[in-house]
């Protein structure tokens, strides 16, 4: 009923219509809960099944959605927590089994990426990198050889930690011509010079979304990921399934390369269907950003006379025709233009994505910060402070600003980071 034969795709989707919502959640718990402790699932989740009763404040939905969206939030949360296992497809080689074990309450964290580059001799990276720059460290599937670090000094490692998830449906929802108006206004200004990084949709089509989707093939603007990279949400999804888990989608059909040569894995064909993509991504679009208690006009006042403003757009339109009423034609809070910024030398970790140099990164949106633990694209930093001093840095776009905090009476920092703090 729920897909779980051995050849069809895995499914949280509507396969039963006579069942009711709650029936098919259990369901589907009860065929993924044993995976916990499923041959292969090297990264035992102390998550699993905690996250549907629990109330937090960071992984709330909207208020007042439908019963349809609510509906689709709720199958699309316990495909967000799911471990997976080897029989549904997990492996060859892979990072994480779950999307919840790396985003954790739908935060930063626990689970990293590590990403690894040869800097000192870039012709030999083909030969000592084959099966591409990142380390899935797990194995599942028939597999035997974990992707990791060479031992060849000449390979260094560069960690990626995740952004959050709650609140990127309003990144999605943003107007396409904001953001390219707002890239120009920066050019003229002067100040700063964020760009669109323009990628390419490397996407099998998904004709059964809700939501707009990318055509493959075409050159779109990129939003998500530290490097801003991926278009849209259920992009992001089919790539954190495929790339992070090794579970391979009608979006994202082919099993990663890895050193065991294995093409399959103990799931025949794709491992989930596009259902289960298309859920997975509107869970996180129907996220709200945690709620936030009035702002401070003294904060806010600082923040742009900083500099912060800049780059941390407060807000941004929407599009008036997006499909959730919640976040068509808004000014949505996010605090990010969604373009790219050289953050200078110390930033670069030596690797590109898409059309994104080694030291350009998308302005981190500022959402739900009291939720983070550490902060910037490697967490590298402890505390906000922490986080605008590296601003700092030789070479960075944001030099300025950094300079302008450095500079401030100890008791306007304060209040800043207050105000930063409780966004
Ligand atoms: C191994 C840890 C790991 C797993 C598992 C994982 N992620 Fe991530 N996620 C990351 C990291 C690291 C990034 C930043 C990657 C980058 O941009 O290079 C990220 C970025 C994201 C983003 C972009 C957010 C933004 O601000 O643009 C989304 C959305 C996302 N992940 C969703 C998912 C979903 C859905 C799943 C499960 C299918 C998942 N992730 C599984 C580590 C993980
Ligand atoms: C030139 C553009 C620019 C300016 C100006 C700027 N930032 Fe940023 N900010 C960024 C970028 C890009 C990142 C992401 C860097 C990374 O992930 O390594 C970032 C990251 C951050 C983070 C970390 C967020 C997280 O999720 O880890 C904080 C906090 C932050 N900025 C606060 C500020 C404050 C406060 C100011 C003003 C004093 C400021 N920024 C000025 C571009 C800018």
Sequence with gaps: MLGLS???PFSVGRRAPT????????LLLAALLPACAGPGDDTADPLAGLVLVQE???????RDLSAEWMERFDLGDVA??????????LGPAYIRSSCASCHADDARGPGMVTKMVVLDDPEAESELLPWGNTERPYVAGGATTPLVRPDDPRVEISTRAPPAVFGRG??????EAEVRALASSQAEAGRVSGRVNEVVCNFEANDESLFPTCSTGA??????????????????AA??????????????????????GLLDDDRAGVDIDLETVNVTGDYMRLLDIPPREPLEEEGAALFADLGCADCH?????TRADWPVPQLAGIDAPIYSDLLLHDMGEGFSDGLSDGGALPSEWRTSPLIGLRHLRYYLHDGRADSVDAAIVAHGGAGSEALFSADLYAHASPADRETLLRYVESL
């Design 6 to 8: 051995p050849r069809a």
């Design 19 to 26: 069942a009711s919502l709650e029936a098919r959640v259990l």
């Design 56 to 62: 937090d404040p960071s992984d709330a939905p909207f």
């Design 80 to 89: 967000f927590e799911a471990p997976f296992r080897s029989s549904q497809g």
């Design 170 to 175: 309003y990144l999605e929802a943003i107007d």
């Design 219 to 236: 050159t779109v603007m990129g939003r998500f990921g530290l490097k801003a990279r991926v278009p849209t949400l259920d992009g992001f």
């Design 239 to 260: 790539d954190a399934y495929q790339g992070d888990m090794s579970i391979t989608s009608p979006m994202r059909p082919d099993e990663l390369a890895n050193p065991d």
């Design 313 to 317: 757009t407060p807000s941004l339109r």
